[in-house]
């Protein structure tokens, strides 16, 4: 099973504040990446999948990168919906693991 | 719109067993992967099962192997998922989720849950 470790677990950053969370893959999952966003007492969203391909009607300020093991997420200017937990996730190999979450809270 | 809609979880012994359902709306529900995903209390996401879009390849968390079946009903737009043996830690809410495409890859659409409670 792919581990996949993000960090950091919380972070705290100011509305308008670049934010950049980071997810390790355990073994390479080329681009096979996702990152979710959940709300408290809400779904999962799909943000981003391919590492970098924004989900339909995903904010622009939201980006991802990176390849192989290690992966961003960037939320440009984080507006106050933006405040929530993050999840990556790869599909390179069933079952499909997710990360831990990053809490991304207001400074 | 794509809207899923859980039901059949609740209390339930260890040892018990549970049958949730997904109904789906809003979609071609037999060209996608369908999953089950839960979370438990406080905690993160485990991708619990998945069935491809016309049900012939299925796949399994080791944690629950043996013990759960997905399965789905394309001409019902309706998703399963029998859950035997249940244990503690099968506590969580789980999730029904849709596919971006006809196997397992990224899930695009997710319900609001249902609740499965294993306890004495």
């Known amino acids: 099973e792919i581990v996949m470790t993000q960090s950091p677990a919380t972070l705290s950053v100011s509305p308008g504040e670049r934010a950049t969370l980071s997810c390790r893959a355990s073994?390479?999952?080329?681009?096979?990446l996702a990152w979710y966003q959940q709300k408290p007492g809400q779904a999962p969203r799909l943000l981003i999948y391919?590492?970098?391909t924004r989900a339909t009607g995903i904010p622009d300020r939201f980006s991802g990168g990176g390849s192989g093991t290690e992966f961003t997420l960037t939320i440009s200017s984080p507006q106050s919906e933006d405040f929530a937990v993050y999840y990556c996730q790869q599909c390179s190999n069933w079952p499909g693991t997710f990360g831990q979450g990053t809490k991304v809270e207001i400074k | 719109e794509v809207q899923l809609l859980e039901s059949g979880g609740g209390l339930v012994q260890p040892g018990g067993s549970l049958r949730l359902s997904c109904a789906a709306s809003g979609f071609t529900f037999s060209s996608y992967a369908m999953s089950w995903v839960r979370q438990a209390p406080g905690g993160g996401l485990e991708w619990v099962s998945a069935?491809?879009?016309?049900?012939?390849?299925?796949y399994y968390a080791d944690s629950v192997k043996g013990r759960f079946t997905i399965s789905r009903d394309n001409s019902k737009n309706t998703l399963y998922l029998q859950m035997n043996s249940l244990r503690g830690e099968d506590t969580a809410l789980y999730y029904c989720?849709?596919?971006?495409?006809?196997?397992?890859?990224?899930?695009?659409?997710w319900g609001q849950g249902t609740l499965v409670t294993v306890s004495s």
């Open positions: 069935i491809a879009s016309s049900g012939g390849n299925t």
């Open positions: 989720a849709k596919d971006l495409r006809s196997s397992w890859y990224y899930l695009d659409s």
């Open positions: 073994q390479s999952v080329s681009s096979n």
């Open positions: 391919g590492a970098s």
